[in-house]
């Protein structure tokens, strides 16, 4: 199995071992993400890290897994000032950004848009959210999360929870899910519910889910419990929403009843669907999380720039 | 009932069993505006012996390629081509769905990158054909709707 030159674009591309590969590159890379090591592996790369739209967590962590490895960053971040603003096609910023760099990370508004950049871009295109649509390398790290805490994916049960129709970490963990032979329960209302062209998919992948209003019914049965924020613009009147964001709300009190290893995991931002109060308990691990996006991205580079074999 | 009253053509092409009403996206979708200068016959909503109404479209001096033919099968699935010489007919076939579809249908999804200002046709692969469904390949939406949304 070569990564050397590949795009990462939908989770779906890539096969149990090939996600198991990164998992195991990037175990190697904590030591050097916690700078407790130092390395020069991606010496002389060029990412650009290019967001069309606002992200904190992906691409610091992807910028920060560039820089440990001793590469160096260009970016673009909103887009203000860039040349889409004046009417250029992605099509054209990309072949442009591939003239510069050696590696691509993408964000950007519209569905579909890390596909067709790694259409026209003959260097690695790594997709960093595409609208609603795909966030591979959020769900390899998410992957990691839960491998790294509970030893294993197989067999365990994972609570998806709050905004599942819109929310595109759940899209993507949903199918791996599926793939790597974990249980899904879907907890939402029936308002934001997992869309039924991601459950065929789910189902043809051979997963196994349930679904579910009940949050209750989530934290009784979860290895997992994977908390999203319920966004207030999907709901009809301010009441409806805030209706079902209370009762989606974590609180401390609410997780009496759940496994003892059970884990909380959640991609962040998060408003109020978490009680800080569950922070301190030891089933909160979304900092630990959010961290494991470095090793995790550090593990993808040097797979896509063929530096590790 | 009176027969079917359209005479027949010497050379050129006739697609049989076309699901009714469906004759004029079929010339859409094959690209023949009347401009071209062949002899044209359009039936609607003729009686079949087999399945009740279908259409049926005769194109004089020209033998369409199977490849242009089979952009037809997203909304006449039935369909049968006859190619004719000489008022005889050489070459019989039925329609078959493609597996890649590009530039024929665009993808449902209003926020997906093919249906932006971008140098891209759109791009959708067939996952399955009984029933019809299709998935982009840049958004990746799994899709069945496929009619409405014809180029």
């Known amino acids: 199995m070569s990564f050397k030159g590949r795009d990462i674009i939908r989770i779906e591309d890539l096969k149990e071992d090939e996600i198991y590969k990164i998992l195991d590159v990037a175990e190697r890379m904590v030591p050097v993400a916690r700078g407790e090591e130092t390395s020069d592996l991606l010496y002389g790369k060029v990412l650009a890290s290019m967001f069309f739209e606002p992200s904190t967590r992906t691409r610091l962590s992807f910028e920060t897994a560039m820089h440990r490895l001793g590469g160096s960053v260009i970016t673009i971040s909103g887009q203000e000032g860039t040349s889409l603003k004046k009417g250029e096609t992605l099509a054209d910023t990309i072949r442009m950004a591939e003239g510069y760099s050696d590696v691509v990370v993408l964000r950007h508004p519209n569905e579909g848009a890390a596909a067709l950049a790694a259409h026209f871009c003959s260097k690695p295109v790594i997709n960093g959210g595409d609208g609603a649509g795909q966030h591979p390398t959020q769900t390899l790290l998410d992957l990691f999360t839960i491998r790294k805490e509970l030893g294993e994916i197989r067999g365990k049960t994972v609570a998806l929870v709050g905004d599942l129709r819109y929310g595109r970490t759940v899209h993507s963990l949903s199918l791996a899910l599926a793939r790597l032979g974990a249980k899904m329960i879907m907890v939402a209302p029936e308002l934001i519910q997992m869309p039924s062209y991601i459950l065929e998919e789910i189902e043809a992948l051979g997963g196994k889910y349930e679904i579910t209003e009940s949050l209750e019914r989530g934290v009784e049965e979860a290895d997992v419990l994977y908390v999203t924020r319920i966004q207030r613009e999907r709901f009809p009147d301010e009441e409806e929403y805030r209706k079902v964001a209370g009762s989606y709300r974590i609180t401390k009190e609410g997780l009496e009843g759940c496994k003892e290893h059970m884990i909380i995991m959640h991609p962040l931002p998060r408003v109020d669907e978490i009680s800080p109060e569950v922070d301190l308990t030891p089933h909160a691990k979304y900092f630990i999380q959010a961290f494991n996006g470095v090793p995790v991205r550090m593990a993808i580079l040097s797979l896509v720039l063929g530096v590790i074999e | ?151």
Not at chain 2, 18 to 28: C, D, H, N, P, Y
Not at chain 2, 39 to 59: C, F, P, Q, Y
């Open chain 2, 1 to 151: 009932m009176k027969e079917l009253k359209i005479t027949p053509i010497k050379d050129g092409t006739v697609i049989d069993h076309i699901t009714a009403g469906s004759a004029l996206k079929v010339l859409r979708i094959l690209g023949i505006t009347g401009e071209e200068g062949y002899t044209v016959s359009v039936a609607m909503n003729v009686l079949s012996k087999k399945e009740g109404l279908k259409d049926v479209v005769k194109i004089e001096g020209r033998e369409l390629k199977r490849e242009e033919i089979n952009k037809i099968s997203l909304i006449a699935p039935r369909a049968t081509i006859n190619i004719i010489r000489d008022y005889s007919v050489v070459n019989k076939y039925r329609v078959e769905i493609p597996d890649i579809l590009e530039g024929i249908v665009r993808c449902e999804n209003p926020n997906c990158i093919s249906n932006q200002r971008e140098p891209i046709q759109p791009l959708l692969k067939v996952v399955s054909r009984d029933p019809l469904k299709i998935r982009c390949i840049y958004c990746g939406r799994v899709q069945s709707q496929v009619a409405k949304n014809l180029l």
